[in-house]
């Protein structure tokens, strides 16, 4: 007799985004995403109209993006995604895009 065990891999936990917003118009920008599970290279989006140029993995709790937002990005709440390993964890609402006042 034997047992089978799924091995589970914990997800990205993605807690918080600093800085928390930007001005379309404003082309790109880096930030810093905070969570937990942060392994390797993590894949990351902030939704449509807005690009990452780069990630660079700061610790297992940090990581750094380069972002650009297009001049047409639709405004308002954003979620942030994050996928390591096939395995996705998302903070929802953690940017916000606006236009300058």
């Known amino acids: 007799?034997?047992?089978?065990t799924a091995l589970t891999v914990?997800?990205?936990v993605v807690s918080s985004v600093y800085p928390n917003g930007w001005c379309v118009?404003?082309?790109t920008r880096d930030v810093s995403i905070?969570?937990?599970?942060?392994?390797?290279t993590p894949t990351?989006?902030?939704?449509?109209?807005i690009?990452?140029?780069s990630v660079t993995l700061i610790s297992s709790h940090e990581i750094?993006?380069?972002?650009r937002v297009e001049p047409d990005a639709e405004l308002g709440n954003r979620d942030v995604s994050m996928t390591i390993?096939?395995?996705?964890?998302?903070g929802e609402d953690l940017f916000y895009l606006s236009t300058f006042i």
């Open 34 to 40: 905070k969570g937990s599970n942060f392994t390797g």
């Open 64 to 67: 750094k993006a380069n972002i």
């Open 10 to 12: 914990p997800g990205p």
């Open 1 to 4: 007799m034997f047992t089978v």
């Open 51 to 53: 690009t990452i140029n």
């Open 25 to 27: 118009g404003m082309e």
């Open 85 to 90: 390993n096939g395995v996705t964890g998302v």
């Open 44 to 49: 990351v989006s902030f939704g449509s109209d």
